[in-house]
């Protein structure tokens, strides 16, 4: 049975067989930008057209315990700029973080302006696992040629990008995934993670998996009461995920979710329950076999 509430959580993930969850989406940033990011949120009426309460507004020390209280041992603390200047430091405060913070992998952003690749170059050395790209709130061309070397960098290094190119919640200049196809065809060995599994355009997210090896799909907020009001997932959704079962990985969007945490894990129990072909074995692997293989854990 899915997880009622996140108490249900630790139980239902032992009762799997796994020794925790493995989170590829989530969000840490400085204390300054990330008021600006729940302000933003707080004003989701207006931004969005709906509500979007913080359901995590907790200080750094207690976000980082209600992961561990839920079972989660290891997860991705993400960040992003919105303007250039921005990605090198917040991805120096990303690496520290991770340095003082055991259960999360150091990570790192990029953004188009001429140092990225020496930025990047300089995360990865110190250990990156994971980068954050968001094409929405950053406003620029994920195929700007000033990104090609950082592009070049991650597949070389076999490191994946959650990458923010779907047009959901909110439509970008630069926000398609036919936009984002142009930097598959350049970099087809990326390792890509498409957040939020595409949304709207879930089915073209899966287009891309069946064309990309190096393309995954992450679980952040599909397929959830609040999500599924504005960007409905498809009818045929769990059969179009038996083919690709080892390609999609949980996200969540912690702490900036409007509802607990347990609500993504049943959506994905009720895809696994709504497939013959999916069931624990496919909880198993998007939970966290998939998303270790991906962040180069151990096991």
């Not at 064309?211 to 959830?224: A, F, N």
Request: hydrophobic share 45%; aromatic share 10%.
């Amino acid at each position: 049975m899915p997880p009622r509430s996140d108490a249900d959580v630790p139980t239902w993930v032992a009762e799997l067989g796994l020794p925790g969850l493995v989170d590829i989406h989530t969000h840490f940033l400085p204390e300054r930008v990330l008021r600006k990011v729940w302000a933003y949120f707080d004003a989701a009426s207006t931004n969005y057209g709906f509500e979007w309460p913080i359901h995590y507004r907790y200080a750094e020390e207690a976000r980082v315990q209600a992961l561990r209280d839920l079972g989660v041992t290891t997860f991705a603390p993400l960040v992003y700029a919105h303007r250039p200047g921005m990605a090198a430091w917040l991805t120096d405060w990303a690496i520290d973080f991770a340095g003082r913070t055991t259960d999360a992998v150091p990570t790192a952003t990029i953004f188009p302006e001429p140092d990225v690749a020496d930025y990047l170059a300089k995360a990865l050395d110190a250990g990156a696992r994971c980068v954050k790209v968001h094409v929405q709130v950053g406003a620029f061309d994920p195929r700007d040629e000033l990104l090609d070397p950082a592009w070049g960098l991650l597949a070389e290094a076999g490191v994946p990008a959650v990458v923010h190119c779907g047009d959901g919640p909110l439509k970008g200049e630069h926000t398609g995934l036919d936009v984002f196809e142009g930097v598959l065809r350049r970099h087809p060995r990326l390792l890509a993670v498409l957040a939020h599994a595409g949304m709207p355009d879930y089915g073209v997210a899966l287009d891309l998996v069946d064309r990309y090896p190096g393309v995954h799909l992450d679980t952040t907020m599909v397929g959830t009461a609040f999500t599924e009001q504005i960007a409905p997932l498809p009818e045929d959704w769990p059969a179009r995920l038996a083919a690709h079962a080892d390609r999609i990985v949980l996200g969540t969007d912690f702490p900036n979710i409007p509802y607990p945490y347990a609500e993504q894990l049943a959506a994905i129990a009720n895809w696994a329950e709504a497939d013959d072909r999916l069931g624990a074995d496919f909880l198993r692997a998007v939970l966290h076999g998939t998303p270790s293989r991906l962040l180069g854990l151990s096991s």
